[in-house]
């Protein structure tokens, strides 16, 4: 049997399909209220983000110097974490210090949480062994529909202010966080290239990193207006 919901507001923010002794109970979510005298839409609201990889085994991708993408993903995700919060958003951070909680786990936190967005933070890479080392740029990625619109936004921002060439808008993304979590708009950015030389330096620079983070915080600014 199929279902078909059409709800009456413009915007299908989240639902959440859960299965119990009693049946099939589908919860849909309503968009967060904005303050509109609020100097950001974020004021209020609370955001989930996770650094990717993390623990001594899960270290990510490596490039030429060696820094592990948990300990970049680490500094990005903090970064963006100071923004959030300097706009008046209250953070979750998914992954707490350098453990390695399953996938499983980083969504179920999500979850519990209650945010009303999800930024998954990572960095690219390429198989340099194949002479991919000019492989590079900045995407975003999303797994449902409902989280387009936002991956859009971030995705305009982080060209717009980063200068990094544009690897991609992509949907139907497997990221088991991203598609776990369906009671809001959730996201994963792939902030740049370990494996592309010119772009793992920028990732090491903290200026840089803070120019990232701050382009992702206008980007769902932009979305939330929107």
């Not at 963006?80 to 951070?93: N, T």
């Not at 350098?98 to 786990?105: F, N, P, V």
């Not at 903290?206 to 939330?224: D, K, N, S, W």
């Amino acid at each position: 049997m199929r279902l078909r919901i059409g709800p009456h507001a413009p915007r299908l923010w989240g639902w959440r399909a859960e299965q119990d002794a009693a049946g099939l109970r589908i919860t849909l979510r309503a968009p967060p209220a904005i303050d509109p005298a609020a100097a950001s839409p974020l004021a209020g609201l609370v955001v989930a983000l996770e650094a990717g990889h993390g623990g001594p085994t899960n270290v990510g991708a490596v490039g030429a110097t060696g820094v592990p993408e948990k300990d970049i993903n680490r500094w990005t995700t903090d970064a963006l974490a100071a923004e959030l919060e300097r706009a008046g958003a209250r953070v979750v951070q998914v992954r707490e210090g350098d453990e390695d909680a399953t996938l499983r786990e980083r969504a179920r936190r999500v979850t519990a949480s209650q945010a009303a967005l999800f930024v998954s933070v990572h960095a690219n890479a390429a198989d340099t062994a194949l002479g991919y080392l000019r492989v590079g740029g900045t995407s975003t990625y999303y797994k449902h529909a409902g989280s387009r619109d936002l991956a859009a936004t971030i995705q305009r921002r982080l060209l717009a202010d980063t200068g990094l060439p544009d690897f991609g808008l992509v949907g139907a993304f497997n990221y088991a966080p991203i598609r776990l979590v369906t009671s809001m708009p959730a996201v994963l950015v792939e902030q740049a290239f370990v494996s592309n030389p010119a772009e793992e330096a920028l990732l090491l620079d903290p200026a840089f990193r803070a120019r990232l983070a701050r382009a992702v915080r206008l980007g769902i600014e932009a979305f939330l207006r929107a």
